[in-house]
C-alpha cells in the first residue's frame, strides 16, 4: 500500500504547529484544542491544526482593528500594491512547496494544485496592480458645491473558505480586500486549511504589517459562526454550501454587513448540432472532473441537441473509461474526494442514478490506499431534466448528458435548476450565441469554450442559489470598499 504523506514538511511556514496566525504571530489557541487534519488519498492524520474558538476570533478581529489603525492603515495603496507584488514573487518562488502541500491537504492531483498555485500569485499581482487604480469622482451638482466620492476600505473583512481551492480562494477573496486596504481574518475550512498558514507565514515574510493578515484555524460551527456574527466585521465573504451561505447572510444581517455569497451550482454546458465537437470535448469532460468534480463552477449538465447527441455521448464515453483515480501524488486524471464523507454523499447519488443509463466510468489505480476517499467518474446518459441528478449539487466526478430538440428547450432545461454560476454554448451560429448569452440566468457565460470559474480578471459569481455579489477582476474591488459622498458649499 502506498504512503501519501512523505513529502509534508511540517516545518515549512509553521504549517505543522496547530496554531493560529494573529498579529504576524504564531499563537495557540485559547482552549488549547486541536482538529485532526486527514491526507484524503490515505485516510492518515497529516497533522493537527488549531481549533480556533469564538475567544480566537475575538482577538484576531482585534489585531485587524488595530492594524488599521496603525501601520497598514496608513500604507498608501501603491504600498500596498507593491507589498502585494513581492507577495505573488514569493508565492511562486515557493510553487512546489505550495503545490504538494494542497495536493497533500485537498487531495488534488499535482498539476492541478500547481495550476493554483500559478492562480494564486496572479491575484496577488492583479489586486496588488489594481490597489492604486480605484478611485471615486467628481459629480456636477448645484452652483456653488464641489462633490466628489472617495472610495474607502470596509475596515475589517471576514472571509470563510471552503477546501476546495484554498490558495485560489484566498487570492479572489483576501486578495481584492487587502488591495482595497481592508484588513482580514481568513477562517479556512476544517479538512484542508494549510495553504492558508503557509500564505499568512509568506505574508509575512515579505513585510505586511501585523494585523492586515489573520489567520484562524477551526470548525465552522465555532470559530466560522463566531466570525460571522462579530459586531467589529464590516463584511463577509463566504465560499461555501447554500446551507450555511443561508446561515452567514442571516448572521450578518444581526450587524447589517454586507455579504459576498458563493455557493456553488449545476452549471450546464449546451452543445448545438453545429458545434465543433472535438474543440468542445476536452471542456466538456474536464470541467465536470477538474478537482475530483469538487468545484463550485464544475459542469455537471451537458445539454446535447440529438443531431450530434450520439456521436458527443460516445466520444464522452471514450474519453471517461480512460479515466484514472489515484492518489494526489501520483497526478493522474482525479484524486480522492476530500473526505469519507463527502465520498458517502457523492456514492448516494450514484445509488439514487441507479435508474439511469450509466455511459462510462473512469478506473480507480488497483493500489490506492484502503483509507482514501476514492470513486470512479461516472458519466450518465439520456438523464432527464427533472431527475435528482441533473438538479442539486453532487460536488463529485459525476456528469448528465441530457438530450433537447432546440433552442428554446435547451435555454429553458438549461435555466431550470434553483441555481446559476456558469453555463456555455458551444455553436458557431453567432446570433444564437448573443440571445443565449443574454437568456442564460448564469452569473457566467462561456462561447465555445468553459472557463470553470475562468481567469483572475473575470468577475465571477451567481444568481439564485448560487450566491450574490461578485468576486475576482475588478468588480471584486467594489465589494471590499463602500462609497462615500462628500458635498462642499463654498459658494
Ligand atoms: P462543505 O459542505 O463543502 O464543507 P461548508 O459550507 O460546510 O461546505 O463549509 C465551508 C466553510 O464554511 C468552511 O470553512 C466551514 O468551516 C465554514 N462553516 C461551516 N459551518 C459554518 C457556520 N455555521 N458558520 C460559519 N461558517 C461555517
Given at each position: 500500500?502506498k504512503k501519501?504523506?512523505?513529502?509534508?514538511?511540517?516545518?515549512w511556514?509553521?504549517?505543522?504547529r496547530a496554531?493560529?496566525?494573529?498579529?504576524n504571530e504564531w499563537?495557540?489557541p485559547i482552549s488549547?484544542?486541536?482538529?485532526?487534519?486527514?491526507?484524503?488519498?490515505?485516510?492518515?492524520?497529516?497533522c493537527?491544526?488549531?481549533r480556533?474558538?469564538?475567544?480566537?476570533i475575538?482577538r484576531?478581529?482585534?489585531?485587524?482593528n488595530?492594524?488599521?489603525?496603525?501601520?497598514?492603515?496608513?500604507?498608501?495603496?501603491?504600498?500596498?500594491?507593491r507589498?502585494m507584488?513581492?507577495?505573488?514573487?514569493?508565492?511562486?518562488e515557493n510553487?512546489e512547496q505550495?503545490?504538494?502541500?494542497?495536493?497533500?491537504?485537498v487531495?488534488k492531483p499535482?498539476?492541478?494544485?500547481?495550476?493554483?498555485?500559478?492562480a494564486?500569485?496572479r491575484?496577488?499581482?492583479?489586486?496588488?496592480?489594481?490597489?492604486?487604480?480605484?478611485?471615486?469622482?467628481?459629480i456636477?451638482y448645484?452652483?456653488?458645491?464641489t462633490?466628489?466620492?472617495?472610495?474607502?476600505p470596509?475596515?475589517?473583512?471576514?472571509?470563510?473558505?471552503?477546501?476546495?481551492y484554498?490558495?485560489?480562494?484566498?487570492?479572489?477573496s483576501?486578495?481584492?480586500?487587502?488591495a482595497?486596504?481592508n484588513?482580514?481574518?481568513?477562517?479556512?475550512?476544517?479538512?484542508?486549511c494549510?495553504?492558508?498558514?503557509?500564505?499568512?507565514d509568506?505574508?509575512?515574510q515579505?513585510?505586511?504589517?501585523?494585523?492586515?493578515?489573520?489567520?484562524?484555524?477551526?470548525l465552522?460551527?465555532e470559530a466560522?459562526?463566531?466570525?460571522?456574527?462579530?459586531?467589529?466585521v464590516?463584511?463577509?465573504?463566504?465560499t461555501?454550501?447554500?446551507?450555511?451561505?443561508?446561515?452567514?447572510?442571516?448572521?450578518?444581517?444581526q450587524?447589517?454587513?454586507?455579504?459576498?455569497?458563493?455557493?456553488?451550482?449545476?452549471?450546464?454546458?449546451l452543445?448545438?448540432?453545429?458545434?465543433?465537437i472535438?474543440a468542445?470535448?476536452?471542456?466538456?469532460?474536464d470541467?465536470?472532473?477538474?478537482?475530483?468534480g469538487q468545484?463550485?463552477?464544475?459542469s455537471?449538465?451537458i445539454?446535447?441537441?440529438?443531431?450530434?447527441y450520439?456521436?458527443?455521448?460516445?466520444?464522452?464515453?471514450?474519453?471517461?473509461?480512460q479515466l484514472?483515480?489515484?492518489p494526489?501524488?501520483d497526478?493522474l486524471?482525479?484524486g480522492p474526494?476530500?473526505?469519507?464523507?463527502?465520498k458517502?454523499?457523492v456514492?448516494?447519488?450514484?445509488?439514487?442514478?441507479?435508474?439511469?443509463?450509466?455511459?462510462?466510468?473512469?478506473?480507480?489505480?488497483?493500489?490506492v490506499?484502503i483509507?482514501?476517499?476514492?470513486?470512479k467518474?461516472?458519466l450518465?446518459?439520456s438523464?432527464?431534466?427533472?431527475?435528482v441528478?441533473a438538479?442539486?449539487?453532487?460536488?463529485?466526478?459525476?456528469?448528465?448528458?441530457?438530450?433537447?430538440?432546440?433552442e428554446?428547450?435547451?435555454?429553458?432545461?438549461?435555466?431550470?435548476t434553483?441555481?446559476?454560476?456558469?453555463?456555455?454554448?458551444w455553436s458557431?451560429?453567432?446570433?444564437?450565441?448573443?440571445?443565449?448569452?443574454?437568456?442564460l440566468?448564469?452569473?457566467q457565460?462561456?462561447v465555445?469554450?468553459y472557463?470553470?470559474?475562468g481567469g483572475?480578471e473575470?468577475?465571477?459569481?451567481?444568481t439564485g442559489l448560487?450566491?450574490?455579489g461578485?468576486?475576482?477582476?475588478?468588480?471584486?474591488?467594489y465589494?471590499?470598499?463602500?462609497l462615500?459622498?462628500?458635498?462642499?458649499?463654498?459658494?
Amino acid at each position: 500500500m502506498k504512503k501519501s504523506n512523505s513529502n509534508f514538511d511540517p516545518n515549512w511556514c509553521s504549517v505543522g504547529r496547530a496554531q493560529c496566525f494573529i498579529g504576524n504571530e504564531w499563537v495557540a489557541p485559547i482552549s488549547g484544542a486541536t482538529i485532526e487534519l486527514k491526507n484524503p488519498s490515505s485516510g492518515e492524520v497529516i497533522c493537527n491544526i488549531a481549533r480556533g474558538g469564538a475567544d480566537d476570533i475575538d482577538r484576531a478581529v482585534d489585531s485587524a482593528n488595530a492594524a488599521l489603525a496603525r501601520e497598514w492603515g496608513r500604507l498608501t495603496a501603491p504600498e500596498r500594491g507593491r507589498m502585494m507584488f513581492r507577495l505573488g514573487q514569493l508565492v511562486l518562488e515557493n510553487t512546489e512547496q505550495l503545490a504538494r502541500l494542497e495536493a497533500i491537504d485537498v487531495g488534488k492531483p499535482l498539476t492541478q494544485a500547481r495550476a493554483d498555485v500559478l492562480a494564486l500569485a496572479r491575484y496577488m499581482e492583479f489586486y496588488g496592480g489594481a490597489a492604486d487604480k480605484m478611485h471615486g469622482t467628481t459629480i456636477p451638482y448645484l452652483d456653488g458645491y464641489t462633490v466628489y466620492t472617495l472610495r474607502e476600505p470596509h475596515g475589517v473583512t471576514g472571509h470563510i473558505i471552503p477546501w476546495n481551492y484554498p490558495m485560489q480562494i484566498i487570492g479572489r477573496s483576501v486578495g481584492a480586500a487587502l488591495a482595497m486596504g481592508n484588513a482580514t481574518v481568513l477562517k479556512p475550512a476544517e479538512e484542508a486549511c494549510l495553504t492558508a498558514l503557509a500564505f499568512a507565514d509568506l505574508a509575512k515574510q515579505v513585510g505586511f504589517p501585523a494585523g492586515a493578515l489573520n489567520v484562524v484555524p477551526g470548525l465552522g460551527a465555532e470559530a466560522g459562526a463566531a466570525l460571522s456574527v462579530h459586531p467589529s466585521v464590516r463584511h463577509i465573504s463566504f465560499t461555501g454550501s447554500v446551507g450555511v451561505g443561508k446561515l452567514i447572510q442571516s448572521a450578518a444581517a444581526q450587524n447589517v454587513v454586507p455579504v459576498t455569497l458563493e455557493l456553488g451550482g449545476k452549471s450546464p454546458q449546451l452543445v448545438f448540432d453545429d458545434a465543433d465537437i472535438a474543440a468542445a470535448l476536452p471542456f466538456l469532460v474536464d470541467a465536470g472532473i477538474q478537482n475530483a468534480g469538487q468545484t463550485c463552477s464544475a459542469s455537471s449538465r451537458i445539454l446535447v441537441q440529438r443531431g450530434v447527441y450520439d456521436e458527443v455521448l460516445e466520444k464522452m464515453a471514450q474519453r471517461y473509461s480512460q479515466l484514472r483515480v489515484a492518489p494526489a501524488m501520483d497526478d493522474l486524471d482525479l484524486g480522492p474526494l476530500i473526505s469519507a464523507r463527502q465520498k458517502e454523499i457523492v456514492e448516494s447519488y450514484l445509488a439514487k442514478g441507479a435508474d439511469l443509463e450509466t455511459a462510462a466510468q473512469g478506473k480507480i489505480e488497483d493500489d490506492v490506499p484502503i483509507g482514501g476517499s476514492y470513486v470512479k467518474p461516472t458519466l450518465f446518459a439520456s438523464v432527464s431534466p427533472g431527475h435528482v441528478l441533473a438538479q442539486e449539487e453532487i460536488f463529485g466526478p459525476v456528469q448528465v448528458v441530457i438530450p433537447f430538440s432546440d433552442e428554446d428547450e435547451a435555454l429553458a432545461i438549461a435555466n431550470g435548476t434553483k441555481y446559476g454560476l456558469v453555463a456555455s454554448v458551444w455553436s458557431a451560429n453567432g446570433a444564437r450565441q448573443m440571445r443565449l448569452a443574454k437568456k442564460l440566468q448564469s452569473g457566467q457565460i462561456f462561447v465555445n469554450n468553459y472557463g470553470a470559474g475562468g481567469g483572475v480578471e473575470l468577475p465571477f459569481g451567481g444568481t439564485g442559489l448560487s450566491g450574490h455579489g461578485r468576486e475576482k477582476g475588478f468588480e471584486a474591488l467594489y465589494g471590499f470598499s463602500t462609497l462615500k459622498t462628500v458635498a462642499t458649499l463654498h459658494g
